[in-house]
């Protein structure tokens, strides 16, 4: 499968607790993207990159949030100090150039 | 008021029927239109994409853009009951996506 990947599908973690998401992208593409989605809301962006440089993030990425997308290719979000308003769908997509977003299956965030 | 408004539906129709969504924008600087198809607990995937005002075709899927009247559609032909998904309209400026909220769609058998 050459989609976009992402790991892991689920996480369930307490209040308080530091969680990381990975996203492997359609090989190739250099822009890559993180979203948020909530039940019966549309995704929302959270912050993308361009290769290995992070060129926006959204105001609703706080500063307990964090991406990282080292040498170009994986990228990472970290959450610390979970709250449960983080609760959501975080999505991951890639595209060459920028207007094709491809998305993956998303990894879905409980927070108790 | 949102840059993209979407009717939340939800919306049934029998199997065989003609699903009609639709979106309307408040930007003008939105360039590119696409839907995307959303089922339960998975991504969103991409199934229109068009940059013109205009009707694009793509097997029983129409997408049509009216930039002068900022509105947006998405035609589906011979429903079936494995269209049963969340229709998410979406458009870029800079290079981001915004989206509707999604109209979730039932084909009944």
């Known amino acids: 499968d050459t989609g976009v990947s992402q790991d892991p599908r689920h996480k369930i973690t307490k209040r308080g607790q530091n969680v990381t998401f990975r996203c492997d992208p359609i090989?190739?593409?250099?822009?890559l993207y993180w979203y948020r989605q909530t039940l019966g809301q549309g995704p929302e962006f959270l912050t993308y990159?361009?290769?290995?440089?992070?060129?926006?993030k959204s105001r609703l990425l706080s500063d307990r949030f964090s991406a990282e997308r080292p040498k170009g290719s994986f990228s990472t979000l970290e959450i610390q100090r979970t709250e449960q308003g983080d609760s959501a769908m975080y999505l991951c997509?890639?595209?060459?150039?920028?207007?094709?977003?491809?998305f993956g299956s998303g990894t879905q965030l409980s927070v108790l | 008021q949102k840059e993209v408004e979407q009717d939340p539906g939800p919306l049934s129709v029998p199997e065989g029927a003609i699903v009609s969504l639709n979106c309307t924008y408040s930007?003008?600087?939105?360039?590119?239109f696409m839907w995307y198809r959303q089922y339960s607990r998975k991504g969103p995937e991409l199934l229109m994409y068009?940059?013109?005002?205009g009707n694009k075709e793509d097997g029983r899927f129409t997408a049509q853009v009216d930039k002068s009247s900022k509105y947006i559609s998405l035609f589906i032909r011979d429903s079936q009951p494995s269209d049963s998904a969340t229709y998410l309209c979406?458009?870029?400026?800079?290079?981001?996506?915004?989206f509707g909220a999604g109209t979730t769609v039932t084909v009944r058998a």
């Open positions: 090989s190739e593409h250099n822009r």
């Open positions: 990159f361009q290769n290995e440089a992070q060129l926006e």
């Open positions: 930007n003008s600087a939105f360039q590119y």
């Open positions: 979406a458009m870029i400026r800079d290079y981001k996506l915004s």
């Open positions: 997509a890639s595209s060459f150039i920028g207007e094709k977003l491809f």
């Open positions: 068009t940059y013109s005002s």
